[in-house]
């Protein structure tokens, strides 16, 4: 554990400087290659991409930013119990380069592979470093939450400078390099977090000890089952697609991806709710945690159209033009980063100012699906303008980034705060899983409506996202004191 008294890093311990870049590296490649992701799908073979149809090309990107969150549950659970956080950072981090690498290769099949060791190393990374910042800290340490927002700051200047590097390179130079970029930042990052280890001191070094021999026996046991079903399930797959019984095709994975969801959500709730030897007050909470949930899953699946229909449209009916100079339609996905850094201080303030009158946590989460729904009835009018083939400004996606944005703080934050204070202290850390998996919900929803972009019209589409965005942050205001009543005291 890193000495308290250790202020060389703007008053905090100097390894979360070694974190902070980890992050800003691991998060430039990610929101880089996001970026571009969709584009590349749909982009003509002549230009250099893949040539495919939306419907298939959404399909892609929702089963991988699907996974890419979905994936947090085991790669937590082997760094918790194997690994430790910190050789899952290290072994996470060089799957992410190593993947961004492989999608830089002209060949497809190896383009796709990369996308797999990208969600697998993504899984190993994003859910362990930011148990690493906490346990730099001691228990009474005030400096943690303090440490958490420069922490996101660290996310917030990678995703911010990303799309503006890794777009220009790949819609104005080539996609693979594009991509290529996305595998040096994180190869840099890597390279900074293995030298900056040492600064660390005991945080994240070790894996939690078994609490008995037989509890060791039976974490190796459901490893090797584990391992065991994914290596069956994959060769399986493999030999029916290769034998022409049932091919893979990108519809048929997001199907079964659904499925795989549904049932996973389905245990872990039921597991939750129905077993357990819970409290009254907890059993409670936990239902508290399933509307919030389900409220968080809504509004992933709009939010998270950033990369995947918003894109098209940025690129298909926006005028990409900016003090008569052209920019790549990418450089829109900086939007919503730069907004936060702007907007996060003022509803910081806003809370604070409101004090015991600010809105509860269900509460906040409504508005955040109001605002998501806004910024789709701006979105909207725009695709109405640009029905006949017209060009609209670029302040119809500016004014829905920031619409979007102003939700994502209403949301994010206050969910991820209100998970830690609901979540019974026994599994605390399967509800910050559970967390993930909500945006991997959302994820997966996000994708499946960008799939029908430009099957079904363009402001159809936004006109349903936007309504059933804000019709669901209506009906949460009016339970939203119910479901307070549950939350047993927390606010």
């Keep these: ?30 929101y880089g290659m996001r970026a571009l992701l969709i584009l590349f799908l749909v982009a003509p073979v002549s230009g250099g991409g893949m040539g495919l149809d939306v419907l298939t090309a959404g399909s ?12 947090s549950l085991p790669g937590g659970w082997l760094a918790d119990r194997f690994l430790g956080q910190r050789n899952a950072v290290l072994y996470g981090g060089i799957l992410i380069a190593i ?3 492989m999608l830089a290769a002209t060949d ?5 592979a990369g996308l797999s060791v ?5 899984g190993l990374l994003k859910p362990n470093i930011s148990t690493i910042v906490g346990q730099l800290y001691g228990a009474t340490d005030p400096r943690r939450d303090s440490a958490f927002s420069i922490f996101y700051m660290g996310i917030n200047v990678g995703a911010t400078i990303a799309p503006l590097i890794c777009g220009y390179v790949g819609q104005r130079i080539n996609w693979h390099w594009g991509f290529a970029i ?8 890597v390279i900074q977090y293995w030298f900056g280890q040492r600064n660390l001191g005991e945080a994240g070094l070790h894996a939690v000890p078994p609490e008995s021999p037989e509890d060791a026996a039976s974490q190796r046991k459901i490893l090797r089952i584990g391992l065991l079903v994914v290596t069956l399930v994959a060769a399986a797959m493999t030999a029916l697609h290769l034998s022409g019984t049932l091919p893979l095709t990108a519809i048929l994975l997001v199907n079964a991806l659904g499925v795989l969801l549904f049932v996973i959500v389905a245990l872990l709730f039921a597991a939750m709710l ?4 819970w409290t009254p007050v907890e059993r409670k909470r936990l239902a508290a945690i399933l509307v919030l949930f389900v409220a968080a899953s809504l509004f992933w699946s709009a939010f998270e159209q950033a990369g995947s229909s918003l894109n098209l449209f940025a690129e298909r009916s926006t005028d990409n033009h900016m003090l008569g100079l052209p920019f790549p339609s990418s450089w829109f996905q900086s939007l919503n980063s730069f907004f936060i850094v702007a907007v996060a201080p003022i509803l910081a303030w806003l809370w604070i100012r409101l004090g015991t009158r600010q809105p509860s946590s269900p509460a906040k989460f409504a508005l955040g699906l109001v605002f998501v729904g806004t910024g789709y009835v701006v979105l909207m009018f725009g695709a109405l303008l640009s029905a006949g083939g017209a060009k609209v400004t670029p302040l119809f996606l ?17 969910g991820l705060s209100a998970i830690t204070k609901l979540a019974p202290v026994r599994i605390g850390s399967l509800m910050m899983g559970v967390w993930f998996v909500s945006i991997s919900v959302g994820n997966y929803l996000g994708g499946r409506l960008a799939s029908v972009y430009g099957t079904l019209p363009v402001p159809v589409l936004f006109g349903l996202v936007a309504g059933f965005s804000i019709v669901a942050g209506l009906c949460l205001f009016v339970i939203a004191k119910p479901v307070s009543r549950l939350m047993g005291g927390v606010k």
Excluded: K
Excluded at 6 to 28: A, I
Excluded at 61 to 67: E, K, R, V
Excluded at 274 to 277: E, I
């Design 60 to 71: 892609i990107y929702g089963i991988y930013t699907a996974s890419v969150y979905l994936w």
């Design 274 to 277: 129905l077993g357990g030897n």
């Design 118 to 122: 990208v969600v697998a190393g993504t």
């Design 108 to 112: 497809a099949g190896v383009f796709y």
């Design 398 to 414: 500016v004014v829905t980034y920031l619409c979007h944005t102003v939700g994502e703080l209403c949301l994010s934050p206050v």
């Design 99 to 101: 993947g961004y690498f």
């Design 182 to 189: 996305s595998g040096i930042g994180m190869t840099l990052g």
């Design 1 to 30: 554990m890193t000495r308290p008294q250790d202020t060389r890093f703007f008053g905090h311990p100097v390894g979360l400087s070694t974190l902070f870049f980890t992050e800003m590296w691991e998060r430039f490649g990610y």
